[in-house]
């Protein structure tokens, strides 16, 4: 299974970005799919994750600001950002899982400064 994100880039503080992550090579439908991020000088940290039946849960940093969604006929899993904040500025790694075994992306850098 190959997992590629996109849709990060530079944006002002408040403004928004919708990030996709495009999991391939799967015949069944991927389990839980997630999105985490890693600031610079910090370690990896969750931001929202989507289950197979839709549900979904959220960091306490972006409750409220982010939605994450997913595409099931596609493996798709997306990530609408709103109200951004510079200490949102990270890269931003998309992760399915199928069973036992967990697929990462290669990750989308986002930039929030004025």
């Known amino acids: 299974v190959q997992v590629v994100e996109s849709g990060g880039g530079l944006v002002q503080p408040g403004g928004s970005l919708r990030l996709s992550c495009a999991a391939s090579?799967?015949?069944?439908?991927?389990?839980?799919m997630g999105w985490y991020r890693r600031a610079p000088g910090k370690m990896r940290e969750w931001v929202a994750i989507?289950?197979?039946?839709?549900?979904?849960n959220y960091a306490d940093s972006v409750k409220g600001r982010f939605v994450i969604s997913r595409d099931n006929a596609n493996n798709s899993v997306y990530l609408q950002m709103n109200g951004l904040r510079p200490e949102d500025t990270a890269v931003y790694y998309c992760?399915?899982?199928?069973?036992?075994?967990?697929?990462w992306g290669q990750g989308t850098q986002v930039t929030v400064s004025s």
């Open positions: 992760r399915a899982s199928l069973g036992y075994y967990v697929y």
């Open positions: 989507v289950t197979e039946d839709t549900g979904t």
């Open positions: 090579g799967s015949a069944t439908r991927l389990d839980t």
